[in-house]
T-cell receptor, first 114, second 113 residues
């Protein structure tokens, strides 16, 4: 799986949009970008994933550059409960035999400031 | 659904003792994963199962660690004998074949004295 690079920490004011960047310059054509987050003392939680098109769900939006070498996770209106470590992971999409592993890096520690 | 259930939530034991961690995946899920999280090494995959069969155990640190999945609704991770360096939070996760999301349990915090 391709390696990802994320800033170690970020701050964001409550109510503002939080934009978390991720570099994945060695991503392969069949690899998806996944985002998980881990709130303190809890297990990681899936947020969103995408291949090349921008994606949006009830939690966040994912913007992937045209060359797919980087992406940005956007939390549109950050709340204090969004304080967590956010992990960007690249992996071959949809669980097929041999492709199920998630390799977590060090992530970005996002702190929402009141 | 109650989600992935892990027990115990906290375990404190002495070096040399056997430790057994338990996991109940979400009903219907056919993949089960065991992860370990420490400050030094982060979150790392130990082993995962598909339809109760171990697929990849390359992350299991050494022979002291073993994992079983006797049926679709139960898995154990055993450490025998335990050592202080095994102190960590152990997470279990499950997923459904063909889907993208892994669902994690609340974790077991293990302290080996």
């Amino acid at each position: 799986d391709a390696k990802t690079t994320q800033p170690p920490s970020m701050d964001c004011a409550e109510g503002r949009a939080a934009n978390l960047p991720c570099n994945h310059s060695t991503i392969s054509g069949n690899e998806y970008v996944y985002w998980y987050r881990q709130i303190h003392s809890q297990g990681p939680q899936y947020i969103i994933h995408g291949l090349k098109n921008n994606e949006t769900n009830e939690m966040a939006s994912l913007i992937i550059t045209e060359d797919r070498k980087s992406s940005t996770l956007i939390l549109p209106h950050a709340t204090l409960r969004d304080t967590a470590v956010y992990y960007c992971i690249v992996r071959v999409g949809r669980t097929n035999f041999g492709n199920e592993k998630l390799t977590f890096g060090t992530g970005t520690r996002l702190t929402i400031i009141p | 659904d109650a989600g992935v259930i892990q027990s115990p939530r906290h375990e404190v034991t002495e070096m040399g003792q056997e430790v057994t961690l338990r996991c109940k995946p979400i009903s219907g899920h056919d993949y089960l994963f065991w992860y370990r999280q420490t400050m030094m090494r982060g979150l790392e995959l130990l082993i995962y199962f598909n339809n109760n069969v171990p697929i990849d155990d390359s992350g299991m640190p050494e022979d002291r660690f073993s994992a079983k999945m006797p049926n679709a609704s139960f898995s154990t991770l055993k450490i025998q004998p335990s050592e202080p360096r095994d102190s960590a939070v152990y997470f279990c996760a499950s997923s459904l074949s063909g889907e993208n999301e892994q669902f994690f349990g609340p974790g077991t915090r293990l302290t080996v004295l």
